[in-house]
């Protein structure tokens, strides 16, 4: 699975309402300045983040969105099954038949351990990251990602 836009943007989004946390409710608009990520594309995923619990929001003049819980109570795993609404990596790995139909080897392919298998690692990794870790180490991360990038 290739995350899309939605968790990445999404995770950005949870992130600045973190970050602002103290402002109270903070409006979309600037969050999408602040993210260089579109108004609209923001209106759907804050939708699915508010039904989920992990956001709050008001409308009127001091109206906006705030966390609706702390942050070291969201991971990043919480956010891509949200907005991604899935948990599996391929097709035939979030199904629980045994014949998913998306393949030619469907039902008979080993290699759909291998996804299934993956796609719960992932999930573990993504359920350890909090966004308070994320923001408490920041500085750490956004260098071993650059160092990380150099390397690949």
């Known amino acids: ?19 602002h946390l ?11 300045k602040r993210q260089n990520i579109s108004l609209k594309y923001l209106e759907k995923l804050i939708r699915k983040l508010r039904e989920a619990g992990f956001v709050s929001s008001r ?7 705030k966390l609706a819980c702390s942050p070291d109570q969201i991971t990043v795993g919480d956010i891509v099954r949200t907005l991604e609404e899935t948990s599996a990596i391929t097709d035939c790995s979030e ?13 008979e392919c080993l290699s759909q351990w291998v996804w ?6 992932m999930f573990e990794r993504l359920d350890q990251i909090t966004i308070a870790k994320l923001l408490d180490n920041r500085k750490t991360f956004i ?3 650059r160092i990380y990038n150099i390397k690949l």
Do not use: F, W
Not at 116 to 121: M, N, P, R, V, Y
């Open 22 to 32: 103290e402002d109270g409710h903070v409006p979309l608009s600037e969050i999408s």
């Open 116 to 121: 299934i298998e993956a796609s719960k690692a």
């Open 143 to 145: 260098q071993d990602a």
């Open 59 to 65: 409308r009127g003049p001091s109206g906006g969105h």
């Open 95 to 107: 199904k629980d038949e045994k014949l998913c139909g998306i393949c030619n080897q469907a039902g």
């Open 1 to 19: 699975m290739r995350l899309t836009t939605k968790s990445r943007y999404g995770t950005r989004m949870i992130l600045d309402l973190a970050m």
